[in-house]
């Protein structure tokens, strides 16, 4: 069992940038692949990044590549997403996730653990 708290969030300028970071507590978090998703309000929750347990093997979705990096501390149990040059299109909730997969998966229902969320907001 692992618990997630997402923080970072806020209100930014397109163009901008902001830092999320996602603290887990509980157990073996380094066993865990982590990824974050973002849910727009009216829109399914999709995938954004996700990174092994390691940190060696990242993946992105094509609208975010390029632009956000996803990261891992072991030893703070923190796994982080930094975005720049966001875009208006960016707002949503985001949330981050663990998985007891070996590998990183891409969906939804390849995750076992879930964060309450952060909203970003990107003002035009």
């Known amino acids: 069992q692992v618990q997630l708290v997402e923080s970072g969030g806020g209100l930014v300028q397109a163009g901008g940038s902001l830092r999320l970071s996602c603290a887990a507590s509980?157990?073996?978090?380094?066993?865990?692949?982590m990824g974050w998703f973002r849910q727009a309000p009216g829109k399914e929750r999709e995938f954004v990044a996700a990174?092994?347990?390691?940190?060696?093997?990242?993946d992105y979705a094509d609208s975010v590549k390029g632009r956000f990096t996803i990261s891992r501390d072991n030893a703070k149990n923190t796994v982080y997403l930094q975005m720049n040059s966001l875009k208006p299109e960016d707002t949503a909730v985001y949330s981050c996730a663990a998985s007891t997969r070996i590998y990183v998966p891409r969906t939804t229902g390849q995750y076992d653990y879930w964060g309450q969320g952060t909203q970003v907001t990107v003002s035009s």
């Open positions: 509980g157990r073996a978090f380094s066993t865990y692949p």
């Open positions: 990174i092994s347990r390691t940190g060696g093997t990242t």
